[in-house]
């Protein structure tokens, strides 16, 4: 029996409302903001919010030597498309290279390391 149930995944990031509206531009759905902390509404899938976070620091991809804490896999149908999207919406490029591969990985504007993944 589980003990708990996912609430939501949270970012912390310096701008709550600019990370959300990104999310927002490539998941759907609004943004709910709250005093430091912004809900990602209307949308399926795993909650996300963001969070407030004084001194932040970005993960750091790929790096041995430094954790990328974790990373969204978002499936698409059409890599080529959406990475055109994510990248009007000002994400940038991480891995992207190999275009035989099922999965490229990019950035939010925080920095943030997300997977788009053939779906």
């Known amino acids: ?5 996912l609430g939501s995944v949270v970012l912390d990031c310096p701008d709550p409302v600019a990370l959300a509206g990104f999310y927002v531009g490539l998941l759907g759905g609004r943004a709910e903001r709250h005093e ?3 809900d990602l509404a ?6 996300l919010a963001f969070q407030a976070a004084p001194g932040f620091v970005p993960p750091q991809w790929p790096r041995p030597d430094a ?4 990373h969204l896999d978002l499936t698409v149908p059409d890599l080529d498309a959406a990475e ?3 990248l ?3 994400a940038t490029v991480l891995d992207a290279e ?3 591969r099922t999965f490229r990985v990019y950035a939010d504007p925080a920095g943030h390391p997300f997977c788009l993944c053939a779906g």
């Not at 029996?1 to 149930?5: C, D, E, H, L, N």
């Open 84 to 86: 055109k999207e994510v």
């Open 98 to 100: 190999d275009r035989e």
């Open 1 to 5: 029996m589980a003990v708990a149930k």
């Open 67 to 70: 954790s990328q804490q974790f």
């Open 88 to 90: 009007a919406l000002g």
């Open 36 to 38: 430091d902390w912004v």
């Open 42 to 47: 209307g949308v399926t899938g795993a909650p």
